[in-house]
């Protein structure tokens, strides 16, 4: 095992077993980034298992919250942390980095280099590192409530799907509206009034904004591949999801089709049924009024732009309150 900063380890799961080891460096605290049935440490040790899979297509990114907080008890307990996984290479590598990430302010980048010059074999898969990234943008927090941790599941949705693995949704990653957030612009139902969604909710593109909205849906190309048994999650380039818009802008330019929307709570009465594409429908029952219409893999707007994903709701079933 490697001391990674002062107090805190790094290595494989054979490490986890030599009590003796531990003890005679100061370890309090064992994060095991795998379930490892046999280990039964003694009572003195503190063992937190979590049942991480080495796949690029795992979401460890909703276990960094509570692996930062339990290296942060050890240290500040002013015990030392062992957090190991199999090989001590992806796993447990990546919690070590999201632990440097969030307490050290610096970037992925930074954070693996600093594990490389005390391990130089780390190597966290693909996914992983593109969730350290996620980690760093959102400034670690994993929240429904911040977009970057909502488009990062979106974004992940849409590349599964676009390989032909299905549609898989985060649900409770999908945003609540109405909430009682301040909202300003926001569109409702004509029908029913019911609300659909903030400008927070919206994928704006067109003329201000057209640098990250994806050009073609069959545009893809094949990436790196660096697990190539992980087909569906790995293979295809990230998809680019358009940036919020100023503040100021207008909800919708006059020669768009629609309203593009991120996916949200309400629509889960038809996103359930797991289908590519399909109609939007208000999610009021005594509406039920068809807003638009929805495809994974994108949909082009009348401006002529691609938006990926393409939940689009016709600017004519709706109001914009402001
Ligand atoms: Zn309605
Ligand atoms: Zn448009």
Same mark, same amino acid.
């Given at each position: 095992?490697?001391?990674?900063?002062?107090?805190?380890?790094?290595?494989?799961?054979?490490?986890?077993?030599?009590?003796?080891?531990?003890?005679?460096?100061?370890?309090?605290?064992?994060?095991?980034?795998?379930?490892?049935?046999?280990?039964?440490?003694?009572? *003195?040790?503190?063992?937190?298992?979590?049942?991480?899979?080495?796949?690029? &297509?795992?979401?460890?990114?909703?276990?960094?919250?509570?692996?930062?907080?339990?290296?942060?008890?050890?240290?500040?307990?002013?015990?030392?942390?062992?957090?190991?996984?199999?090989?001590?290479?992806?796993?447990?590598?990546?919690?070590?980095?999201?632990?440097?990430?969030?307490?050290?302010?610096?970037?992925?980048?930074?954070?693996?280099?600093?594990?490389?010059?005390?391990?130089?074999?780390?190597?966290?898969?693909?996914?992983?590192?593109?969730?350290?990234?996620?980690?760093?943008?959102?400034?670690?927090?994993?929240?429904?409530?911040?977009?970057?941790?909502?488009?990062?599941?979106?974004?992940?949705?849409?590349?599964?799907?676009?390989?032909?693995?299905?549609?898989?949704?985060?649900?409770?990653?999908?945003?609540?509206?109405?909430?009682?957030?301040?909202?300003?612009?926001?569109?409702?139902? &004509?029908?029913?009034? *019911?609300?659909?969604?903030?400008?927070?909710?919206?994928?704006?593109?067109?003329?201000?904004?057209?640098?990250?909205?994806?050009?073609?849906?069959?545009?893809?190309?094949?990436?790196?591949?660096?697990?190539?048994?992980?087909?569906?999650?790995?293979?295809?380039?990230?998809?680019?999801?358009?940036?919020?818009?100023?503040?100021?802008?207008?909800?919708?330019?006059?020669?768009?089709?629609?309203?593009?929307?991120?996916?949200?709570?309400?629509?889960?009465?038809?996103?359930?049924?797991?289908?590519?594409?399909?109609?939007?429908?208000?999610?009021?029952?005594?509406?039920?009024?068809?807003?638009?219409?929805?495809?994974?893999?994108?949909?082009?707007?009348?401006?002529?732009?691609?938006?990926?994903?393409?939940?689009?709701?016709?600017?004519?079933?709706?109001?914009?309150?402001?």
């Amino acid at each position: 095992m490697d001391e990674i900063i002062p107090g805190l380890f790094l290595g494989p799961w054979e490490t986890a077993f030599e009590v003796e080891e531990l003890d005679r460096m100061g370890v309090t605290h064992v994060l095991s980034a795998m379930r490892v049935p046999m280990l039964k440490l003694p009572e *003195r040790f503190k063992n937190l298992q979590l049942h991480i899979l080495d796949s690029p &297509k795992f979401d460890i990114l909703s276990y960094f919250p509570q692996c930062i907080a339990f290296i942060d008890e050890g240290m500040k307990s002013g015990g030392k942390v062992l957090v190991h996984c199999q090989a001590g290479i992806s796993r447990s590598a990546s919690v070590v980095a999201a632990y440097l990430i969030a307490t050290r302010r610096i970037t992925p980048e930074t954070a693996l280099e600093l594990i490389r010059k005390s391990r130089p074999c780390i190597q966290p898969n693909f996914g992983f590192r593109k969730q350290l990234d996620t980690w760093h943008q959102t400034e670690c927090i994993v929240s429904v409530d911040d977009k970057v941790t909502r488009l990062h599941y979106i974004e992940k949705t849409v590349r599964i799907s676009k390989a032909g693995g299905g549609v898989h949704i985060r649900k409770d990653m999908l945003a609540t509206v109405p909430n009682h957030r301040p909202s300003g612009n926001r569109i409702r139902c &004509k029908m029913c009034r *019911r609300e659909l969604a903030t400008k927070d909710h919206m994928f704006p593109h067109g003329s201000s904004s057209s640098a990250h909205t994806v050009a073609e849906p069959a545009a893809e190309t094949l990436a790196p591949v660096d697990d190539a048994a992980i087909i569906t999650d790995t293979a295809i380039d990230p998809v680019a999801i358009t940036p919020a818009p100023p503040r100021d802008a207008p909800l919708i330019s006059p020669e768009c089709s629609g309203y593009f929307l991120e996916p949200l709570d309400w629509m889960r009465s038809f996103l359930d049924e797991g289908l590519v594409e399909g109609k939007i429908i208000c999610p009021n029952p005594k509406c039920s009024s068809k807003l638009g219409s929805y495809a994974w893999a994108g949909v082009k707007c009348a401006c002529g732009e691609w938006v990926t994903p393409g939940f689009c709701i016709h600017r004519s079933k709706v109001d914009e309150m402001r």
